[in-house]
């Protein structure tokens, strides 16, 4: 996967990158090589000019591929990004401290074949999904492990607890 896509921090690195499975492009095939059945039929029996209507469905077909080819995902140590696009290209950055919840869900024929989508929920923006990808546990697990989802860690060290506490009894004792 290239880098010239999204901007690294100097102390950033992948933890992980993926993209979904070729499948997802299935019901777009199936679409296009319908059209292009639909049209072979009809050049056949009908008229030869309508043989053109190959051409859409091969159109939809190669969409359908490219769509799935130019999606990509990214965990970084500091946040998750979503690329998509094929004309154009749209970029999501999500830092990890944005990030609220996270899920995954697998249909039946993901649970069959090993495949799932991560569900992120972002802070103040709209959720991101990584659809089709493999081993989506253990892809929610990694995005939760580092975005500090220790609910019942106690922020900072010892040290600077007692520094904390060192400063609240010199106030108390000027107030006093």
């Given amino acids: 996967?290239?880098?010239?896509?999204?901007?690294?921090h100097t102390d950033e690195?992948?933890?992980?990158?993926?993209?979904?499975?070729?499948?997802?492009?299935?019901?777009?095939?199936?679409?296009?090589?319908?059209?292009c059945t639909l049209a072979a039929a009809a050049a056949v029996l009908a008229d030869p000019r309508a043989a053109i209507g190959v051409a859409p469905g091969v159109?939809?077909?190669?969409?359908a591929i490219?769509?799935?080819?130019?999606?990509?995902?990214?965990?970084?140590?500091?946040?998750?990004?979503?690329?998509?696009?094929?004309?154009?290209?749209t970029v999501h950055r999500v830092g990890l401290n944005k990030v609220q919840n996270t899920g995954y869900s697998r249909s039946l024929t993901g649970s069959a074949f090993g495949y799932g989508t991560v569900?992120?929920?972002v802070a103040g923006g709209d959720d991101l999904q990584f659809r089709r990808i493999d081993?989506?546990?253990?892809?929610?697990?990694?995005?939760?492990?580092?975005?500090?989802s220790d609910e019942d860690g106690i922020p900072g060290s010892a040290t600077q607890w007692q520094s904390v506490l060192s400063v609240v009894r010199e106030i108390r004792a000027e107030i006093e």
């Fill in 119 to 121: 569900t992120i929920e």
């Fill in 66 to 89: 490219l769509r799935v080819r130019r999606t990509k995902y990214l965990l970084t140590t500091r946040a998750v990004w979503l690329k998509h696009g094929i004309a154009g290209r």
């Fill in 1 to 8: 996967m290239s880098d010239d896509w999204w901007f690294r």
């Fill in 135 to 148: 081993d989506p546990e253990t892809v929610q697990a990694a995005i939760t492990d580092r975005a500090g």
């Fill in 13 to 35: 690195r992948v933890a992980w990158e993926g993209q979904p499975r070729l499948s997802a492009a299935l019901p777009g095939v199936g679409v296009g090589i319908a059209v």
């Fill in 59 to 63: 159109g939809v077909m190669a969409w």
